[in-house]
């Protein structure tokens, strides 16, 4: 895992605090050009490892890796699924067959199908979750995904439902297909730890919400380090600023303090906020001994 990594919610509109700026965001972001600049200022900063969703734009950045691999030189995609949005736009625009036929992977599309129907006819869990991930994981095909990642809704609906063997499922399909580690993005970072322990995915990776007030984190901040002090697991900070309502330098210097932060990811919308935040990462690693080469 980098300690830097880059997020795409400024690309689709989304703000915790503020529905205008996610408005103006949503906005600037219309064109893939205005996208892949940002990224290029993220890659040449410092921070290539890009945590994405599967949204149509993504695929065409991914278009974009593939036909210019000198130009990415050192990005990555660490892609998260399902991003369920897309189903349902696909289905309301083309219809449920149209639908089916964009998303599942050509490769073995008899063998998906027929998956497919045996995870509707006997609830097969293990059956349906393998067919989406195959399905979200279409547009990365011939490109290095290391960490694909399970999106919260669908990790703390599993956590609510109390299916434990689904962390495993996930786990073991993406190293067996993908040749990756499972990541698991959470509201709820001290309740996932033990299940993800019981399902046997040990030194988990883990991405949560970790800032100094404690925003949107369950359990509070010492629920996050008694967790991690028990379970090991590899946490990535995300929402380091809560959304702006604490000065970069300040939330920084705080979550780089956290003993089990691993990796710090962040979103920005302009060169100079990106270049600003992973500078003052570098500073606050390099207060504790922490170099970069």
Known sequence: MERILFGDNQFFGVNHMSEEKA???????????AIIDVLQA????????????????IEKIADDVRANPAKWEGFTFYPGMPYAH????????????????????KEGLVDTVLRGSKAVLNKDIESMMTLLVDAEMKMFRGLDTPVIFLQNVVCDLIQGL?????????????????????GFITMNL????????????????????????????????????????KIPARVIAMSVLASGGIRPREAIEWVVNEPYVQSILFGASSKA?????VELI???DAAKGKVYA
Not at 201 to 224: D, H, L, Q, T
């Open 190 to 229: 001290p309740k996932l730890l033990p299940m993800l322990k019981d399902a046997g995915v040990e030194n988990p990776i883990v991405c949560a919400n970790v800032n100094k007030i404690a925003f949107r984190m369950s359990g509070g901040i010492e629920g996050y380090r008694e967790a991690t002090s």
């Open 273 to 277: 906020n990106i270049v600003n935040t």
């Open 86 to 105: 897309k189903y349902a736009n696909a289905v309301t625009e083309l219809g449920y067959f149209d639908a089916l036929r964009k998303f599942l992977p």
């Open 282 to 284: 570098h500073e606050a």
């Open 23 to 33: 408005r103006q965001q949503a906005m600037r972001f219309q064109s893939i050009d």
């Open 162 to 182: 109390g299916f434990t063997d689904a962390f495993g499922i996930f786990s073991e399909h993406v190293r067996k297909r993908y040749n990756a580690e499972a």
């Open 42 to 57: 993220a890659l040449h900063a410092g921070a290539g490892g890009f945590m994405c969703t599967t949204h149509d734009k």
